[in-house]
T-cell receptor
């Protein structure tokens, strides 16, 4: 149980284009999903908290117009990186919290490369 | 989220040795979690701790939630090659469920 998937696992896009990343909880309902970014050899940094049916809350320094988050159902959240630039290249990871538990389960991550 | 102080940053160990790592924070957490991450993958939950003083085991892994609620340690006993990876501690407050991560401990096992 507690499986979280992400799609795509890898994506390469050109500078100026937008990329959508999906995060799904496969076998549980996730009231809350979180989006993280991880640069090489660094820890995970929380970008935003996504609550089903409401607007996402963003961490300080994260541009909400650049990183659009939608959490339309209890099993799906999407992150859209708009007008991507090379400095947005990173490993993006989502996590989902079971509504009955404190534990967060992570997806396998999406490697974004912007050329 | 706030960064936790995790140490050591890396360790090289002989197969069969015990491993210990810890995390400290200047503020209190209600839950401590330990994750393992392998290259190119997301973190996998190893152990979750919910109560100050709690000691929990998962196979060869043992973790404790410090009595002050500001620290936690993880022990791996009798290490094997598949223990290679990066181990992260994470602290969580119950009001917003956000996780604050340590910088990670990279474990390399020499056969």
């Amino acid at each position: 149980g507690a499986v979280v998937s992400q799609h795509p696992s890898r994506v390469i896009c050109k500078s100026g284009t937008s990329v959508k990343i999906e995060c799904r909880s496969l076998d549980f309902q996730a009231t809350t999903m979180f989006w993280y970014r991880q640069f090489p050899k660094q820890s995970l940094m929380l970008m935003a908290t996504s609550n089903e049916g409401s607007k996402a809350t963003y961490e300080q320094g994260v541009e909400k117009d650049k990183f659009l988050i939608n959490h339309a159902s209890l099993t799906l959240s999407t992150l859209t990186v708009t007008s991507a630039h090379p400095e947005d290249s990173s490993f993006y990871i989502c996590s989902a919290r079971n509504r009955f538990s404190y534990e967060q389960y992570f997806g396998p991550g999406t490697r974004l490369t912007v050329t | 989220g706030q960064q936790l102080n995790q140490s050591p940053q890396s360790m090289f160990i002989q197969e069969g040795e015990d491993v210990s790592m810890n995390c400290t924070s200047s503020s209190i957490f209600n839950t401590w979690l330990w994750y393992k991450q392998e290259p190119g993958e997301g973190p996998v939950l190893l152990i979750a701790l919910y109560k100050a003083g709690e000691l929990t085991s998962n196979g060869r892994l043992t973790a404790q939630f410090g009595i002050t609620r500001k620290d936690s340690f993880l022990n791996i006993s009798a290490s094997i090659p598949s223990d290679v990876g990066i181990y992260f501690c994470a602290g969580q407050r119950s009001n917003d469920y956000k996780l604050s991560f340590g910088a990670g401990t990279t474990v390399t096992v020499r056969a």
